[in-house]
Structure formats: C-alpha cells, structure tokens
C-alpha cells in the first residue's frame, strides 16, 4: 500500500489515531469480487485439452482458448486405434491445417462408424462444438478419410444452399478438391451415372417434389438421392449439418411430426451403412430434439431405453442431471464431443444508434401489418372453428 494513499488523523474527543484507508477497502472488496467471478466462470467451463489422439504427432495446437463444461471435463474420451495418419499427407497435420482439436473429432467420428449396432445399422457421432473450433473443417476431414479409402459418393445436407461455398472452402484449404454437386438441380443437369463426388443439398430438398416436364416425370427428391447413392449399399458420410432443422419428430405420432424430421428418419434407415453425423452446436439442451438421432444407439436393443419414447420420458422426468450424465455417458462412449471458444477476455460495447424518422415510419407499418395479420389469424380461427396447428408456429417463424 502506498503511503500517499492513507490519512493519519486523531480524533480531539479519544486522541484515538485513525487510519483512514477507506478507498483501499473498497479496492479490496472489488478484487474479492473479481476473484468470486472468476471461480464462477472456472465452475461452469474448463480449459479442453487433447487426451485422444493416438499415434498422431507432429500437430499444432488450435489457435483459440478452447473450452468445454464441467461436468464433461470430468470425462475422458476412450484411447483410439483408427489409422487416421494414413488417410493425410503429413503437411496436413504438421502444418496446422488440421489442429489437435480438429484431429481429435475426425478421429473419434471415424473411429465410431466402425461399430455396428444392434439393429444392424452403422453407429452415427455427435458433433456439438460451437463456433470457433470448426465444424466445417471437421466434415471436410471426415468426408476425405473416406474418400481416399475408396467411398466415393457422400450426402451433405445444411440449412442454407449459401453454404456450400462454406463446404468448398474447407475442403479445398485441405487441399481437396472433390466436387461438390450444387443439390438435386445440379444432379438433374449432370449426366446419371456419375460415379463419384459430394451431393450437397438444403433439408427443404428432403421434402420436395422431382422435376416434371412434358417429356419426363421423375419422383421425389428423396427417391432420386436415393437413386444417385445406390440405396441401401451406400456407406459413404451422410451429413446433418445445423441438424436442429430436423428436429421436432414426436414417436408414434409421425403424422404431427414435422416433414422434414420424417425425412430425416425415412433416409437414415434406408441407408443402414451410411457414416452418420449429426452436426450442431446446440448439444443436448433438449432430449427431445434428439429423437430422430437413431444411429447414436442410446435406445433400442441391448441398451437401458427400450425405444425413443421410453429414452425421452426417462431423460425429462430427471431433469438437467440427467442430461449432464447423458452428455459424459455419449462423450464416454466416443460418439459426442462439444467444445466452444472460451469469452475469456471478451468485451463488448453498447452502442446506440439513432433511427431517421423514415426508418420509424418503416418499423410503425411493419408492426400494423403484423398485428392485423394475428387479428385476421384469429378471427379465421374463430369462425371457421378449426385447430391452429401449425399456423401459429408459422406466424411466429416468419415474425422473427
């Protein structure tokens, strides 16, 4: 402590001596604070490190603060064999164009479609890292392995077709340049017998119509990926990128499920081989969103749930517990990593913009438009004495 930072004084009334060093207590109780914040932050993530990854050497580090929660920082990933290295040139690896981090969920989500499952079908793997660790740099090293091991033909579904310059990106800084196939419309261009390549397409596609014309009629989108893979001999990756948009799927009632999430079930087990991935860095925040993720083996046969239902009432019925415990038993079991980039030293500015009075004008209309659009909404109801449905569900996706 300073010496010019304290008042010496004494009191006329007791000729007490009275140190007055207010401002150096109110110091301390603002580092007593910083230090309480901090062990917070320290209990709800933790640093990640690389425990996994086998025989590869020669790696780099991933350049952010990577993290992940408590509760899976308590768990190891299982030791590892896959032969990875074979599949990439050493510049790959040595020259950080794949980082420990990268590495590590390419080899588990390759090392994980090696098992079988009880029903027959190729076990999937969850990819849940956040924005940061590179989700898309992952597929693209999980789609390579592949194809240098003689599995040509691979399905990338995302929810924007804007991202397969994303896909293109990462792999070509792979040194890759498989061709990607621009969805179904690319497909109906190119001749029909093409042999090798990644067909990358929106999960509105899972439920469109074909192409009809005066001269020829095909069937539905999902029949012509089907076509185009070989059906059920297929084994190449089958991708659910941002796979959010294919949740809502309520066992035993298919009809009140969304179409998207039908789909996504309907081409999963007509592809008993293909390499699952479900990819999306909500995690397991809601049980029930994870029930059109068959491949992950945590229901049916020799497990603890027998069917989806049973896995969902059980996982809700217990709470944020069970969750937790469902995130380290899938992460135990080499099939669920989730990662994030750490908001340590993170700041942020608020800053307050002024609107010219057209843009008011604007926004004022806007919200008269919607709100009559609800007051016509519920007088439709109201009159015609039918369920809303989905119109709400509609009405508020679009307002957003």
Known sequence: MDKTDVTIYQDEGTNEIIDDDDDDDDDDDDDDDDDDEGKKIEEVFLPYRCHSLGDITNYEKHPGNVV????????????TKYPLQEAFPQDIIQHGKLSDLQLEGILHACQRHQIILSDGSRAGFYLADGAGVGKGRQIAGIIINNYVRGRRKHLWFSASRDLRLDAERDLKDLNCYI???????????MSADVEDGILFNTYATLIASGQRSSTSTR???MQQILDWCGNDDFDGCLIFDECHKAKQFIPGNEAASTKTANAAIDLQRKLPKARVVYCSATGVTDVKNMAFMERLGLWGQTTAFKNVDHFIRAMTTHG???????????KAAGMYVSRGLSFESAEFHTVEINLTQ???DIYNLCVRVWQQLANDIESFIKYTKTTPGHLWTMYWSCHQ
């Open 358 to 360: 057209q843009q008011i």
């Open 179 to 189: 061709k990607v196939i621009n969805g179904c419309q690319q497909l109906d261009r």
């Open 320 to 330: 944020l517990g069970a969750s937790e415990m469902l995130a380290m038993e899938m």
């Open 68 to 79: 992940e929660a408590v509760c899976l920082g308590a768990q190891m990933l299982p030791p």
């Open 219 to 221: 069937g539905s989108r």
